[in-house]
Nanobody, 117 residues
Framework: VQLQASGGGLVQPGGSLRLSCAASGSIFSINVMGWYRQGPGRQRELVAD???????NYADSVKGRFTISRDNAKNTVYLQMNSLKPEDTAVYYCNAEIVRRGISWYWGQGTQVTVSS
């Protein structure tokens, strides 16, 4: 199983980016999918997650600015990030609770988001 994240980059404050993360391999189903981030000198933190049924959870710092969504048919999760701030600068990681023979959590490789003028 692999999680491939994409969509990071350099954006000015107030700008937008959309991250994508696709899971591939031998997958029966995916329960929760989510995005975490780790900024310079900081611990990895949850940004947002979403259940298979579409229930979402957001960090307070991104509520009203970020939107998480998923396409179950494509095993893909998205993170639409609007009104970006310099403090959103971080490496963003996707993860997923994947059902195969058992249930395990998998991580993507991370994608850099830099918010700077």
């Amino acid at each position: 199983v692999q999680l491939q994240a994409s969509g990071g980059g350099l954006v000015q404050p107030g700008g937008s980016l959309r991250l994508s993360c696709a899971a591939s391999g031998s997958i029966f189903s995916i329960n929760v999918m989510g995005w975490y981030r780790q900024g310079p000198g900081r611990q990895r933190e949850l940004v947002a997650d979403i259940t298979r049924g579409g229930s979402t959870n957001y960090a307070d710092s991104v509520k009203g600015r970020f939107t998480i969504s998923r396409d179950n048919a494509k095993n893909t999760v998205y993170l639409q990030m609007n009104s970006l701030k310099p403090e959103d600068t971080a490496v963003y990681y996707c993860n997923a609770e994947i059902v195969r023979r058992g249930i395990s959590w998998y991580w993507g490789q991370g994608t850099q988001v830099t918010v700077s003028s």
